[in-house]
């Protein structure tokens, strides 16, 4: 690539300040998770791997061909789940954004290896009728890709990795981050409605009771803590 095409320019400008925008979330921590974008029916930027996203820069994001994952462009090591945003634009081209995160509550339900459905109206319009659990295999890894690849509907953009974390799809990353959003929205309220019908049963403790009713309590998404 010889010269440097304006769409990709601003494509890793935006992807730069979407990264903050989840890192101030908490969706991206230090190193954590990774974001891509459709250039062309050929071409994806990604994020670069083991960057903190608060130092990172437009010109370290790579751009790759979605097919044989080749850089075309870059010079840091591009992210170890390229091949799960490549397959993702691969089999949905209605898809522009495939976003990771980590975030907290949302991968906690990844460890209950069951598919989660959603319940609010506006998650149900722009995730679908729920998220999909994808099978354990170890991250970075063409086990995982694989172990993805075959769960992909064109109905549903959010997906569970097992004991790991989110993938979403969406048509523009305002979109993506308001789906994850969305999705720690329904991880809070499901966990939250599941420990209070087991309370009693397990007898927990009552300081115990109070330490998690203040952890649900605390979540804003506002891209900053409740004081």
């Given at each position: 690539m010889k010269q440097k095409n304006q769409t990709i320019i601003t494509i890793q400008k935006e992807m730069i300040t979407a990264c903050i925008r989840l890192a101030d979330l908490g969706?991206?921590?230090?190193?954590?998770?990774?974001?891509a974008v459709r250039v062309d029916d050929k071409l994806m930027v990604v994020t670069p791997s083991a960057s903190d996203y608060y130092t990172m820069k437009p010109e370290d994001l790579c751009v790759l061909k979605m097919d044989t994952l080749e850089m075309v462009e870059g010079?840091?090591?591009?992210?170890?789940?390229?091949g799960?945003?490549?397959?993702?634009?691969?089999?949905?081209?209605?898809?522009?954004?495939?976003?990771h995160t980590h975030q907290p509550l949302a991968s906690a339900i990844t460890l209950l290896g069951?598919?989660?459905?959603?319940?609010?109206?506006?998650?149900?319009e722009k995730i679908g009728?729920?998220?999909?659990?994808?099978?354990?295999?170890?991250?970075?890894?063409?086990?995982l890709v694989s172990a993805f690849r075959k769960k992909i509907t064109t109905e549903e953009n959010g997906y569970l990795l097992k004991n790991h974390g989110i993938v979403c799809g969406a048509k523009d990353l305002k979109s993506a981050i308001r789906s994850v959003i969305l999705i720690e929205?329904?991880?809070?309220?499901?966990?939250?409605?599941?420990i209070q019908k087991n309370i009693d049963r397990f007898q927990f403790p009552k300081p115990l009771v109070e330490q998690i009713e203040t952890v649900f309590t605390s979540q804003n998404f506002s891209g900053t803590k409740k004081k």
């Amino acid at each position: 690539m010889k010269q440097k095409n304006q769409t990709i320019i601003t494509i890793q400008k935006e992807m730069i300040t979407a990264c903050i925008r989840l890192a101030d979330l908490g969706f991206l921590a230090g190193i954590g998770g990774n974001l891509a974008v459709r250039v062309d029916d050929k071409l994806m930027v990604v994020t670069p791997s083991a960057s903190d996203y608060y130092t990172m820069k437009p010109e370290d994001l790579c751009v790759l061909k979605m097919d044989t994952l080749e850089m075309v462009e870059g010079t840091k090591q591009p992210t170890t789940e390229s091949g799960i945003h490549a397959n993702f634009f691969l089999k949905r081209p209605d898809l522009n954004v495939s976003l990771h995160t980590h975030q907290p509550l949302a991968s906690a339900i990844t460890l209950l290896g069951k598919d989660i459905f959603l319940v609010t109206k506006e998650a149900k319009e722009k995730i679908g009728s729920k998220l999909i659990m994808v099978s354990y295999a170890p991250s970075g890894t063409s086990f995982l890709v694989s172990a993805f690849r075959k769960k992909i509907t064109t109905e549903e953009n959010g997906y569970l990795l097992k004991n790991h974390g989110i993938v979403c799809g969406a048509k523009d990353l305002k979109s993506a981050i308001r789906s994850v959003i969305l999705i720690e929205e329904e991880a809070t309220a499901f966990l939250k409605q599941s420990i209070q019908k087991n309370i009693d049963r397990f007898q927990f403790p009552k300081p115990l009771v109070e330490q998690i009713e203040t952890v649900f309590t605390s979540q804003n998404f506002s891209g900053t803590k409740k004081k």
